[in-house]
């Protein structure tokens, strides 16, 4: 396999994994919920970053509202020197207060997506963005259609090269990408527990990257958490939100977990890790994705780009997965 992919039609070349930068923007939080991955070691996530730079990992997929802005300090101190020899994606629509790191609700205005524009470069330390995406899941079309005309604005000014949508709505993605010359990908929840087909084959007809957030499930397809541990009330992962199906307020949910256990064998063949055989499905499942697996650590830099080396799995093992868990 090769080590790159294209994103979509902007002609943009990535790693065929990217970093996920959401767990290195440390806490933030909804009131009381929280919605970051617990504390975290900024130097370690320094090193993690370039570690992954090291491995050939040249896609970094972060969003203004991760630590309300510290997701971007640390990746701009960590890509410092090499900012032309990488791509990066943030997003916006989410309002936060970057002292409280309190989050205050949607804002997917034309005026807010181009004043978030303007801190995410600032905190970033970089004068364009490759990716702007927009970061509201369920925005009505009507209100994603308005933001065509000033993102092709903001390409047209060289301040972005390509933008997209953070949504699982195969029907507006597909609405979206007509309409925007430059929208280049669609970032959706994709993973071997949960296909988005009609997602993946709207990437393949209107040529877009498919992003793949959650590919490995939130952490469960890491394997760490069967055993009936326990995540840290100040986790997202640990207080469960409604739409955080894999975990319950902070334990992995049975059934999921028993999903997992079924395909286990199969992930792991051939000396595969549990994630790195989690990524070599979705490399597998099509060649427009590219998933984007949470990093906080150099072992986990090394791990999921280590499944760069392995590339897909084969049809045989695809298929037999696709029997386990949709017959």
């Not at 469960?220 to 997202?236: E, M």
Request: hydrophobic share 40%; glycine share 12%.
């Amino acid at each position: 396999m090769t080590h790159t992919r294209t994103l979509g039609r902007s002609g943009i070349e990535v790693s065929a994994a990217g970093f996920g930068c959401w767990a290195i923007g440390g806490p933030f939080w909804a009131g009381d919920q929280p919605l970051g991955w617990g504390n975290v070691d900024d130097d370690e996530s320094v090193r993690a970053i370039r570690h992954a730079v090291d491995l050939g990992i040249t896609f970094f997929d972060t969003a203004s509202v991760y630590g309300a802005g510290h997701s971007e300090r640390v990746l701009a101190r960590a890509l410092h020197g090499i900012r032309d020899t990488v791509v990066i994606a943030s997003k916006f629509g989410e309002t936060f207060d970057e002292d409280t790191r309190q989050t205050h609700g949607i804002d997917a205005s034309p005026e807010y997506m181009r004043s978030c524009l303007d801190g995410i470069l600032r905190r970033l330390g970089t004068d364009h963005l490759d990716l702007y995406q927009l970061h509201v899941n369920h925005l009505p079309l009507d209100q994603a259609l308005d933001l065509i005309d000033p993102l092709e604005d903001l390409v047209a000014a060289g301040r972005i090269r390509a933008y997209g949508w953070s949504t699982d709505h195969a029907d507006r993605a597909a609405v979206f990408a007509a309409a925007g010359r430059h929208c280049a990908a669609i970032q959706f929840d994709q993973s071997v527990l949960r296909d988005n087909a009609a997602m993946v084959a709207l990437c393949k007809s209107a040529d877009l990257g498919g992003i793949n957030r959650g590919p490995l499930a939130m952490g469960l397809l890491s394997g760490k958490y069967h055993t009936g541990a326990a995540i840290g009330a100040d986790d997202v992962r640990g207080r469960t939100p409604d739409w955080l199906t894999y975990f319950d307020d902070g334990v992995a949910n049975p059934e999921w977990a028993r999903r997992v256990d079924a395909i286990r064998d199969i992930l792991t063949s051939g000396g595969r890790t549990m994630p790195q055989g989690a990524l070599a499905w979705l490399w597998a499942r099509s060649p427009n994705m590219i998933p984007i697996p949470g990093i906080r650590t150099v072992a986990q830099a090394a791990e999921n780009a280590g499944a760069l080396a392995f590339g897909p799995m084969s049809t045989a093992e695809f298929g037999q997965i696709e029997s386990l868990l949709r017959p």
